[in-house]
């Protein structure tokens, strides 16, 4: 998808989100109706056009470590890929990569297939092209575009589960990182902020009860950033005001990685639990929306929720809003972990 293509479809989402709301509530009257239309332009006229399409990471990490590369691949959307940012080690898959790198210890060789604009309706072409390189470890990020889309909640939801699937049958271990809470973008205003909120927490439900039951793990974005985004949308949002900057992508990766560490089997100090609990998977996916930060993972017929230490949900003396090169201080990044091909 081109760079236009991608903004054209940025800006006509929100028309798509007004029109569903106006057509989801049924005693909506005409200028109810009319005020989520207006919202949907408004937001739609405040979000500029990207500059360019987002730098790619692909490469080995750490390869002064020596040994057999771990394989990551990243799947999903324009948040899977990093729009927004302007070097590839700002890119969630490089800070992942680097991240996995120095925990291990190992090479990792990451393949960023995620494609800007895509639906969950993609992931049966990016799974295609993951299963050629023989992953250890998917990390997918998707959601989004299948609400401001209106796609089908059903199928969305059936693809993703389908494409955990089919990584799982390979070999492969997978990490989803389920729909963000939509509501918090700040060019929405209520009541379709209010639609968009609730929307997306109805999706990431599902999401997480077809990725467990799919064999993966989940981990609850929602507005978990929310109170970070808002006291510093400045910093936190990149220039379009609808996707994260660098620091924005470097705080939601934090957030995700004592998951992946767990699922790569490390004994890192980042992967142990503060709090467990074992529930019935429709219970901890409804519970991990309205907690975010939580994990959900398979436990035979039940479902693990687990939450850590790790990260912070909100800025603090001891967790401060990062400045500076703060994707680079995520991860402890440096030039000579990256190689090129």
């Given at each position: 998808?081109?760079?236009?293509?991608?903004?054209?479809?940025?800006?006509?989402?929100?028309?798509?989100?007004?029109?569903?709301?106006?057509?989801?509530?049924?005693?909506?009257?005409?200028?109810?109706?009319?005020?989520?239309?207006?919202?949907?332009?408004?937001?739609?006229?405040?979000?500029?056009?990207?500059?360019?399409?987002?730098?790619?990471?692909?490469?080995?990490?750490?390869?002064?470590?020596?040994?057999?590369?771990?394989?990551?691949?990243?799947?999903?959307?324009?948040?899977?890929?990093?729009?927004?940012?302007?070097?590839?080690?700002?890119?969630?898959?490089?800070?992942?990569?680097?991240?996995?790198?120095r925990r291990l210890r190992r090479p990792v060789r990451l393949h960023r297939l995620a494609v800007v604009g895509s639906v969950s309706a993609g992931l049966p072409y990016q799974v295609d092209a993951a299963c050629e390189y023989e992953p250890d470890l998917a990390i997918i990020l998707i959601g989004g575009n299948d609400v401001t889309h209106f796609s089908a909640r059903d199928a969305a939801v059936r693809h993703l589960g389908d494409a955990v699937r089919r990584l799982r049958a390979a070999g492969c271990r997978v990490v989803v990182g389920t729909c963000p809470d939509l509501g918090?973008?700040?060019?929405?205003?209520?009541?379709?902020?209010?639609?968009?909120?609730?929307?997306?927490?109805?999706?990431?439900?599902?999401?997480?009860?077809?990725?467990?039951?799919?064999?993966?793990?989940?981990?609850?974005?929602?507005?978990?950033?929310?109170?970070?985004?808002?006291?510093?949308?400045?910093?936190?949002?990149?220039?379009?005001?609808?996707?994260?900057?660098?620091?924005?992508?470097?705080?939601?990766?934090?957030?995700?990685?004592?998951?992946?560490?767990?699922?790569?089997?490390?004994?890192?100090?980042?992967?142990?639990?503060?709090?467990?609990?074992?529930?019935?998977?429709?219970?901890?996916?409804?519970?991990?929306?309205?907690?975010?930060?939580?994990?959900?993972?398979?436990?035979?017929?039940?479902?693990?929720?687990?939450?850590?230490?790790?990260?912070?949900?909100?800025?603090?003396?001891?967790?401060?809003?990062?400045?500076?090169?703060?994707?680079?201080?995520?991860?402890?990044?440096?030039?000579?972990?990256?190689?090129?091909?």
């Amino acid at each position: 998808m081109s760079t236009i293509d991608a903004t054209s479809s940025a800006h006509w989402r929100w028309i798509r989100v007004a029109a569903r709301a106006a057509g989801a509530v049924a005693g909506l009257t005409a200028l109810s109706a009319g005020l989520l239309m207006r919202q949907a332009a408004d937001a739609r006229r405040i979000i500029p056009m990207a500059e360019a399409p987002p730098p790619r990471g692909d490469g080995v990490y750490g390869a002064k470590f020596g040994g057999q590369p771990v394989n990551l691949v990243i799947l999903g959307d324009s948040s899977a890929a990093g729009y927004g940012v302007h070097r590839p080690r700002e890119t969630p898959g490089a800070l992942f990569a680097t991240g996995v790198s120095r925990r291990l210890r190992r090479p990792v060789r990451l393949h960023r297939l995620a494609v800007v604009g895509s639906v969950s309706a993609g992931l049966p072409y990016q799974v295609d092209a993951a299963c050629e390189y023989e992953p250890d470890l998917a990390i997918i990020l998707i959601g989004g575009n299948d609400v401001t889309h209106f796609s089908a909640r059903d199928a969305a939801v059936r693809h993703l589960g389908d494409a955990v699937r089919r990584l799982r049958a390979a070999g492969c271990r997978v990490v989803v990182g389920t729909c963000p809470d939509l509501g918090a973008i700040q060019p929405i205003k209520p009541p379709l902020r209010w639609l968009a909120r609730r929307w997306s927490r109805q999706l990431a439900a599902a999401q997480t009860i077809a990725v467990v039951e799919a064999g993966g793990r989940t981990v609850s974005l929602g507005n978990l950033l929310g109170p970070m985004f808002e006291a510093d949308p400045g910093r936190m949002y990149s220039s379009d005001r609808f996707h994260p900057s660098a620091e924005g992508y470097a705080r939601a990766v934090s957030v995700m990685m004592p998951t992946v560490m767990a699922v790569l089997g490390t004994e890192d100090r980042v992967a142990i639990p503060v709090a467990e609990d074992v529930r019935a998977l429709p219970e901890a996916a409804d519970e991990a929306v309205r907690a975010p930060g939580t994990e959900v993972a398979p436990a035979g017929p039940w479902a693990r929720m687990r939450r850590y230490r790790w990260f912070s949900a909100r800025p603090t003396a001891a967790a401060p809003v990062p400045s500076g090169d703060s994707a680079a201080g995520a991860v402890g990044y440096t030039p000579e972990d990256h190689q090129v091909g």
